[in-house]
């Protein structure tokens, strides 16, 4: 068992910056997980314990559509799942998963319990076995096809510590804009972003949760400047698509 204290959000912007010292006092977290010993693309489950003054937590809000979003992401960055977890009711959580390599991998819950602010809870697991990163690389240019889409980034004026738009566009493989995105997780889009090192973690939505595409505009600050790594997924036709984009934020 592994007991850590958890620190809190910020709104759709979430990361781990700035945390009122009462939040992260009040709710900590107890990560277990089976088998102890986790090889690679072996089936494991992740438990999860919510607790407040010792106490286990009962009451969460969903927060679009789920009582809790689980990250997984490998030290070196190339493997991301989104996931949600079961809850049993009682302060509870846990999920199965299989962890595709080796190496590295930290965890990150995201949830609200009712009454409090937005908790971003965190867990590092190591995968047995030879571990090979694969390098993390700067995208040379922010445009990307996944399998019958393609995805482009932009952003209005990449700098630290300000307030950056930041613009997917979605088009088809002929070009043709598309304007029929469906709701994932009742909203147009959800985006992940990490630094290099996973000290500065940002999950945030829309600005227009309902938008359809082509573009779907997103507000975020970036904390420190270098390396972050930003995953959006989208669903289309019934299919969720995730497109992945390495980035360089400049210092002031």
């Known amino acids: 068992?592994?007991?850590?204290?958890?620190?809190?959000t910020h709104g759709h912007e979430s990361h781990i910056h700035g945390v009122p010292s009462n939040i992260v006092e009040e709710i900590q977290t107890e990560w277990n997980v089976s088998p102890a010993t986790i090889k690679p693309k072996q089936e494991s489950e992740i438990f999860l314990s919510v607790k407040k003054n010792g106490k286990n937590i009962i009451s969460f809000s969903a927060v679009h559509e789920k009582q809790m979003h689980i990250l997984i992401i490998s030290h070196d960055?190339?493997?991301?799942?989104?996931?949600?977890?079961?809850?049993?009711?009682?302060?509870?959580?846990?999920?199965?998963?299989?962890?595709?390599k080796a190496g590295k991998y930290k965890i990150f819950a995201d949830f609200l319990p009712e009454g409090s602010a937005q908790q971003l809870a965190k867990y590092d697991l190591i995968v047995e076995g030879e571990e090979q990163d694969d390098a993390v690389n700067f995208d040379?240019?922010?445009?990307?096809?996944?399998?019958?889409?393609?995805?482009?980034?932009k952003f209005d004026n990449l700098a630290v510590k300000q307030h950056v738009l930041m613009t997917f566009t979605v088009t088809d493989s002929k070009g043709n804009k598309i304007t029929d995105l469906e709701p994932y997780l009742g909203s147009a889009g959800h985006v992940v972003i990490v630094s290099e090192k996973m000290d500065e973690f940002l999950h945030v939505h829309p600005k227009d949760e309902a938008a359809k595409g082509p573009d779907v505009e997103y507000m975020t600050t970036f904390p420190i400047s270098g390396k972050y790594k930003i995953w959006g997924q989208f669903k289309y036709i019934g299919k969720l698509y995730t497109v992945p984009f390495v980035i360089n934020v400049p210092g002031k």
């Open 77 to 100: 960055l190339s493997i991301f799942q989104h996931l949600h977890p079961n809850y049993d009711g009682e302060g509870k959580f846990n999920v199965k998963t299989t962890f595709p």
């Open 140 to 153: 040379k240019e922010l445009k990307k096809q996944v399998d019958d889409l393609m995805f482009e980034l």
């Open 1 to 8: 068992m592994n007991q850590e204290t958890n620190h809190g």
